[in-house]
């Protein structure tokens, strides 16, 4: 009751009780090894949270050393294994879970996510194809799927994925949004006009709809419009370098220098290293010295009318 609650000092305090009646309690050093991850998540000071996640990793490795058969320890080693930058140990958690049991289709998918992270795709495809096998109903597969085609060039196939994990999940907003993204740059315009309307409905407050409405907009090369849309973004995240990015270069299209070179600059303060930043920064000196020119056209047009 009080990990549930996160009270993980009073959780702390019962399952040493209770470990301490009974060493090999399983249920009880399992428990002793969430609460110690949970703590580790809510932990900003790097070497407490590393100790923390060492204290989870010997709990769950307790627990698997009593008892050869319990699957969950498994997840929770692979996803420690994870947060320390250790996809070899992860790769060996989930495998052995999957050795307890084969046709575990979250820990597949689990496995399948490591191998993508190394961009092997031959495992990785194989891994979410396994997944969606022993699970039709695992959309986050067929979304993760779909993403590793696009990257291959198979647009057909990826749309395939996409149009299967909506049918699984059609509030799956992720994967409508991924979707979008695909469909626009195959310049399937009206479609992605019709699943945009649709991904607004289900999130209003979603800032990469509006990005994706941005991104449609300047592909028509209805620049005001785009400006719009990326305006709605930045507001409900302003973090967006992406949208920062788009913003003004639909500012320069529009020849509005004084935007363009406050969009560019939003941009470099968000990523001042970003793909994006060379081209940032000539663009915000050439919408400054615009906007200079303007100034000095402006007061030598005053200058004459006097």
């Not at 993508?116 to 067929?142: H, M, V």
């Not at 195959?186 to 409405?213: C, H, I, P």
């Not at 028509?220 to 302003?238: E, R």
């Amino acid at each position: 009751m009080a990990l549930t609650q996160h009270n993980y000092s009073l959780a702390l305090h019962e399952l040493r009780k209770v470990l301490w009646i009974n060493p090999t309690n399983l249920l009880a050093l399992f428990d002793m090894g969430c609460t110690y991850l949970e703590m580790a998540k809510f932990t900003k000071e790097k070497a407490q949270r590393d100790r923390l996640l060492v204290l989870s990793s010997d709990s769950f490795e307790r627990v698997t050393d009593l008892s050869e058969d319990f699957i969950l320890p498994y997840f929770k080693l692979g996803k420690i294994a994870l947060i320390q930058g250790d996809n070899d140990a992860a790769i060996r958690a989930y495998s052995r879970g999957l050795e307890i049991e084969p046709e575990n289709a979250t820990m597949t998918f689990n496995l399948a996510r490591v191998y993508d992270q190394l961009n092997d795709r031959e495992k990785a495809i194989k891994g979410y194809q396994r997944t969606i096998e022993l699970n039709p109903k695992f959309s986050y597969a067929y979304n993760n799927l779909a993403l590793i085609y696009e990257d291959l060039k198979k647009p057909e196939d990826a749309e395939k994925q996409y149009v299967q994990a909506l049918i699984q999940d059609p509030h799956y907003n992720l994967a409508r949004l991924n979707y979008i993204n695909l469909v626009i740059n195959q310049g399937k315009y009206t479609q992605a006009r019709q699943l945009l309307k649709v991904a607004q409905f289900q999130e209003k407050d979603n800032s990469w709809v509006y990005y994706y409405w941005g991104t449609l907009e300047m592909r028509l090369g209805h620049f005001a419009s785009a400006v719009s849309a990326y305006n709605q973004s930045i507001q409900l995240d302003g973090d967006n370098a992406q949208a920062y990015y788009f913003m003004a270069l639909a500012y320069s299209q529009l020849n509005a220098s004084d935007e363009a070179l406050q969009a560019s600059l939003h941009y470099l303060q968000i990523e001042p290293n970003g793909t994006h930043s060379e081209e940032m920064k000539q663009l915000a000196s050439a919408s400054h010295l615009s906007h200079v020119s303007t100034l000095q056209k402006t007061s030598s047009d005053q200058g004459k009318i006097k």
